[in-house]
């Protein structure tokens, strides 16, 4: 029934970002909850060992943490005194990153005490730290229990030895094995760890010894997951995806899930979580699945309170856009297809007839195929349901999401001006609606918009004229060619976080009117189409980054060729090329038909055949670029 399958939690938008401000985000704190919990998320983007595999939001330790800690600090005190805050009660703290434990006790000791004395605590929090074995001393232990710490993850990834090689980890197994042992002795709090499964030479027999150890170690939950590496990452770079093998990696999950379940502790919380219920609540993401109030704080945290999502690409800007309340209601219905067990009921009073009938027949497709089984009123997934759960969960959304893009209204038209040609939503919209939309929304484009607190209520910007800072600001742009609308979408991104100047390269009349370019095109045959590559032959000497959307994953060979022959390119020109970034975009339907033909046309002798799994790398591209590759974009040049 599915032929790839989708490894994490994915969910599109339906709804362009409505972009807000810090000002309007203020003015809604001074009003009281609807509600009483939160949860807030913390993101400490340091490490002093990074991952193999890793590419998340983290630097490599270099004598950071004071500043980071007081930055920290002065986060906590922006938020804490607003009234909706104050009257919210919080049931989990968490701590990601990164390696929080990191910090030094010195760190933890002034960080924790501010938090403790800041907020409203509730007696049932969960206090979580993410952590690695070699970051957590005892002594440590003991500061961060005393001040209310109840909860580890810890990055075990393997406790076999060529698997904790291969995914960088410090230490042997043995030697991970009797630290833990250690940490039980002395922590009677939740200790919960991560396993990595399917790298490459993994068999049965080291998997199985993971599931061994969890239980002989009495682990309070482990999530687990498929290997996945990401762009910029060392296995990027080194590792042959044709290594992959789906059904060695149906065998792996299964294996490994089927031996812990084997035990009466352990039961399925979500797809890629087990744990002893009697233990682990994992309150972090039980509660963000309800929709829960979470505040984000740190670089690269991010978070929602009510309709105000909060995004802080690095210190110093944050980016505030409000979501609408049925993106929120379709987010939870989304939630809901991460559990093995799921209520009917519940299901149905997020939809209409019609909709919730066409998702019968999808389920009774996949209970067909022994996925799921229908009984009680719920959906409850079989083994083979739950390797492919995130893959379903895609499928749902796209059977449910009409039932929300319909409620789309006048409330919701000021957005960005790339969504207003060619999207699901305008297509939905009336000609009479979409002709006031496309004037409301030139007349936003016209304003500035805000991203960061500093500028809209502290401003730091130093003393000089508007023409001066001007002046400076234009020295810096980001300029793309585009065809599909894809490049500009993640250009606009780029654009408005960094404050830069945004140009389509025809416009360009000298590129020596700027100093720093950020600089990005659409792949055409493994590069630029010649039209864009001739006017691009003139940027020469400058600091230069670099960004192409392509129909290809971003890890792949076709994508790694395409980002070393750009700075290859553009080096020759002179230019200091210091950025890169491949996101994935939707193919030009144009250019799918061109495919098509020429390959009817040279039957055998095609390059490029018509393969179900071109199909399916076609029909994925069509959900790019989505909220997370702008969030990448951004991230990837936050610092340049």
């Known amino acids: 029934m599915f032929k790839e399958r ?15 401000s810090f000002n309007e985000l203020d003015r809604f704190l001074q009003k009281k909850p609807k509600d009483k919990n939160m949860v807030i998320y913390f993101h400490i983007p340091y490490c002093d060992n990074i991952c193999s595999f890793c590419s998340m939001n983290r630097t490599k330790l270099e004598d950071e943490l004071d500043n980071y800690c007081n930055f920290l600090i002065s986060q906590i005190d922006k938020y804490k005194d607003y009234p909706y805050i104050q009257q919210k009660s919080i049931k989990s703290i968490y701590f990601g990153g990164g390696t929080p434990t990191v910090f030094k006790e010195k760190h933890l000791e002034k960080i924790l005490n501010k938090i403790n004395a800041s907020f409203n605590i509730s007696k049932e929090v969960e206090y979580s730290f993410e952590t690695t074995l070699h970051n957590l001393s005892m002594s440590k232990i003991n500061l961060m229990t005393n001040l209310g710490v109840n909860r580890y993850s810890i990055g075990i990834q393997s406790f076999d030895d060529k698997g904790r090689k291969f995914l960088n980890r410090v230490g042997t197994a043995k ?3 009797n630290k833990i042992e250690k940490i039980k002795e002395r922590f009677s709090g939740n200790l919960c760890i991560d396993i990595i499964y399917n790298y490459p030479n993994q068999n049965i027999k080291d998997i199985l010894y993971d599931s061994k150890t969890i239980k002989e170690l009495n682990i309070d939950s482990v999530s687990f997951y498929s290997l996945m590496y990401f762009t910029g990452s060392k296995l990027s770079k080194e590792l042959d995806e044709k290594y992959y093998n789906l059904e060695q990696d149906k065998k ?14 352990f039961e399925f919380l979500e797809y890629t979580k087990i744990l002893q219920p009697k233990r682990d609540k994992y309150k972090y993401i039980t509660l963000s699945h309800k929709g829960v109030d979470i505040l984000p704080i740190g670089v690269g945290a991010g978070g929602r309170i009510a309709e105000y999502s909060m ?15 049925f993106e929120i209601e379709f987010e939870r219905l989304c939630n809901l297809f991460q ?40 959906i409850n997934f079989t083994l083979d349901g739950i390797f492919w759960g995130n893959t379903i969960a895609v499928e749902v959304a796209k059977i449910v999401k009409k039932d929300f893009i319909k409620h789309i209204d006048m409330n919701i038209i000021p957005m960005l001006h790339h969504h207003m040609k060619n999207s699901e939503v305008t297509n939905k919209m009336s000609p009479n609606m979409l002709e006031k939309a496309k004037k409301m929304n030139e007349n936003m484009m016209r304003m500035p918009h ?33 065809k599909t609308g894809n490049t500009k979408k993640v250009a606009e991104a780029i654009a408005q976080s960094l404050d830069y100047e ?3 390269i025809d416009d360009v009349r000298d590129f020596d009117d700027y100093e720093k370019i950020i600089f990005g095109f659409w792949v055409d045959k493994g590069f630029m189409d010649t039209k864009t590559k001739k006017k691009a032959e003139n940027i020469k000497n400058k600091t230069l980054g670099i960004f192409f959307t392509s129909g290809v994953e971003p890890n792949s060979e076709h994508a790694k060729e395409c980002l070393e022959k750009s700075k290859e390119y553009f080096t020759i020109l002179g230019n200091n090329v210091t950025h890169l970034f491949c996101c994935q975009g939707a193919i030009d339907p144009e250019v799918i038909e061109i495919m098509k033909n020429m390959a009817i046309k040279m039957g055998d002798k095609a390059v490029h055949k018509i393969t179900d799994e071109r199909r399916a790398r076609w029909k994925k591209a069509e959900t790019h670029p989505d909220k997370e590759d702008l969030k990448n974009a951004i991230l990837a040049f936050s610092n340049f």
């Open 6 to 20: 989708i490894k994490n939690h994915h969910r599109e938008r339906l709804n362009p970002p409505i972009m807000s």
């Open 175 to 177: 030697q991970a094995i």
């Open 252 to 265: 792996l999950h299964n294996a490994f899930v089927e031996d812990l379940l084997k035990d009466k502790r």
């Open 311 to 325: 995004f802080m690409p690095k210190m110093g800007m944050q980016i505030v856009t409000k979501v609408p309340k």
């Open 339 to 378: 559990y093995d067990k799921i209520s009917l009921e519940k299901v149905k009073s997020y939809l209409s007839g019609e909709t919730f009938g066409e998702l019968m027949n999808f389920f009774k497709k996949l209970e067909a195929e022994k996925y799921v089984y229908i009984n009680n009123g719920s």
């Open 450 to 482: 805000h991203y960061t607190d500093e500028q809209n209520l502290h401003s730091k910007i130093p003393d000089m004229s508007k023409q001066k800072q001007k002046e400076i600001k234009m020295k810096n742009v980001v300029i793309y060619s585009s």
């Open 502 to 504: 945004l140009i389509n």
